[in-house]
């Protein structure tokens, strides 16, 4: 249906407001981002094995970005725009009504997530994406050998 940006037209009831809109956000990474890989990286030279977007509980249709299954920790590494960063999150300027919608859906699946998760005795951390990996890595590092040794 592209066949340049002058005479694209979104298909009925789509999100995009162009085509180069739905280009970019066709292209935005749902797992194995910069800042995810940053910690995984760090995680990984401390000799930490983990489970990469994998679901922490299986009859639960989400998953955590990196996961220790027998610490029964979860961690998300959360897109500032995607999950309404209180810091860096700038409402768009176009077909604001559903992107602000959409991105309210995701603070709030996150907080129900959460909430499943601490319910069936897991540990949660949240970050966002500017944070800075090294503290990141040292606070899942932390907790982890904090978990592991309160059940040995």
């Known amino acids: 249906m592209v066949s340049n940006d002058d005479?694209?037209?979104?298909?009925?009831?789509?999100?995009?407001?162009?085509a180069a809109r739905r280009r970019n956000m066709q292209a935005i990474r749902s797992r194995d981002t910069k800042p995810e890989l940053l910690i995984r990286r760090l995680l990984h030279a401390q000799g930490l094995r983990y489970r990469v977007a994998a679901k922490p509980l299986p009859d639960l249709r989400r998953t955590a970005d990196i996961v220790f299954r027998p610490a029964k920790?979860?961690?998300?590494?959360?897109?500032?725009?995607?999950?309404?960063c209180p810091d860096h999150y700038i409402?768009?300027?176009?077909?604001?009504?559903?992107?602000?919608?959409?991105?309210?859906?995701?603070?709030?699946?996150?907080?129900?997530?959460?909430?499943?998760?601490?319910?069936?005795?897991?540990?949660?951390?949240?970050?966002?994406?500017?944070?800075?990996?090294?503290?990141?890595?040292?606070?899942?590092?932390?907790?982890?050998?904090?978990?592991r040794n309160c059940r040995h």
């Open 7 to 18: 005479t694209w037209q979104a298909p009925e009831g789509s999100w995009a407001s162009s």
């Open 73 to 84: 920790l979860a961690v998300f590494v959360d897109g500032c725009y995607w999950h309404g």
């Open 91 to 147: 409402p768009p300027k176009t077909n604001s009504s559903y992107w602000s919608a959409k991105v309210l859906r995701n603070v709030t699946r996150d907080r129900d997530t959460d909430e499943r998760l601490q319910a069936a005795g897991w540990t949660v951390l949240r970050f966002w994406e500017h944070e800075s990996p090294d503290d990141c890595a040292h606070t899942i590092a932390a907790a982890v050998s904090r978990i």
